[in-house]
């Protein structure tokens, strides 16, 4: 049997391609429904191409070899004498499976920066503000202002739009300009000048006009500072304009979640935009025995490169050969990923957006002030000892949305860049997600 965790773009195309040899698979997700982040829909999957998705969970559907496990959160693995027990958590009990193989596809998850009022109701992530819609059809507000950088702000502006919301403005940091940077890879990836045209028309159709080099930068009792910033990221001279809306979606592309392939030792390294990311070969294999690694786990590219990614780990997990038009998909689809780092960057001049009393950690409301201090006051040299000084990280996230923008900010105040390694810790950590004593004990809540 393979364990394929996580039901995404990857995780399904490596049951399906997995499936193709009649090889038993368990699919399993925390979700209720298969989709992962992109297709998350609480009904029928709506949006570009979305009869990839139908045509995908059709096939996973019919093959008799695939059982999906939904509503399972995977909160360990370990290594027993050569297979791997998968131990997890559904309707309040603890369970495990065993398998000698595992696919993991766990993608990523929206990476937010701080900003005077983040932590305040009515800021979120353009992920939280998509996932209420797609999985709940639910609008956070009514007036919504959709910024930070990357494509993935024009299916979250214009999906919020067609649903109803008024979008009051939609800000993307970077220029577009940059892309001017990597026009061999719009070449090479046609498909994605009609993706282009596809949002363009729905922005026009819910009269968005996107505004760039601009950023949400605080936000309070309902309004928002929208500040001109330059392409490091700090604010310019230009007057900042005050804008009433009841939702901020404020989001900075994607981080890759790399807790379960962390947990079993998956080797990982660190990419040319600082995100820590698994090291893979070219059938996908990391660097443990049997195990796995497809899609935004190992490097934020799409879905496209996603679907590409799970197909090579199912074939090669179930030893079935690997056509070579799939490995030169997954180059070009690469290529376009590599442009997408360079077009949205996240450079440090987020931080002179920053107040003393801006939160850094939302879970410990840990301050700036606080991170200050730690280095001026306590003489901490890099952010594990901020950490320690001020439980930024330790609390119920375990550092998934801060440690990162911790150690930034510490690296700036010592002027010490971070290193491999740090960043690598700082992306790891040794338990998924939370369970109780009582259920770890005996199993039952
Ligand atoms: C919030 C969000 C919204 C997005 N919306 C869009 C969009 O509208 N349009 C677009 O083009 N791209 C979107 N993207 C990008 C797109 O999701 C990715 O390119 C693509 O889905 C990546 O596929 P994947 O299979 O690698 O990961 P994902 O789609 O992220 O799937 C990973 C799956 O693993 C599961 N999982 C993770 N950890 C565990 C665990 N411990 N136990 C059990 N299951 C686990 C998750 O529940 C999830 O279903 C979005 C990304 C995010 C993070």
New binding site residues.
Partial sequence: MIII???????LAAAEAASRSGAEVAL????SKK????W?HRNSVK??KSDRADQLFSKIESASSVTHISD????SIETQGGLYRVN?LQGGQESSLTAEKLII??????RSLPFPGWDLPGSMTP?AA??LLKGHDLLPGKRIIVAGTGP?LL??AT?LAESGAEIVGLYEANNPLRWLLSVHALLLNPSKFLELVYYAKLLRRSKIAPRFNQSVTRFSDGLATISGVNSRLQIGKKKSQTLSADVVAVGWG?LP?L??GGIVGCAQKVDSDGTTIFEVDDQQRSSVRNIWI????TGI???DL?LIE?EIAGLSATGQSIRSTLRLNRIRKQIFANALKRSYPVKDGWQSWLEENTTVCRCEEVKMSEICESVTELGAEDSRTAKLFTRAGMGLCQGRVCSRNVSEIVAGLTHCPITDGERIALSNRPI??PISLGLLGDGKK
């Fill in positions: 965790i996580g039901a995404g773009p990857a995780g399993i997700d925390s979700a989709g992962g982040q992109y998350r949006g570009y399972a959160t995977v909160w997890y596809a766990t993608g990523a998850y929206d992920g998509q996932s993935f299916p979250v999906g994607f979640d807790t379960l497809a899609g935004e786990a590219g799409g879905a996603s799970g998924a997600s």
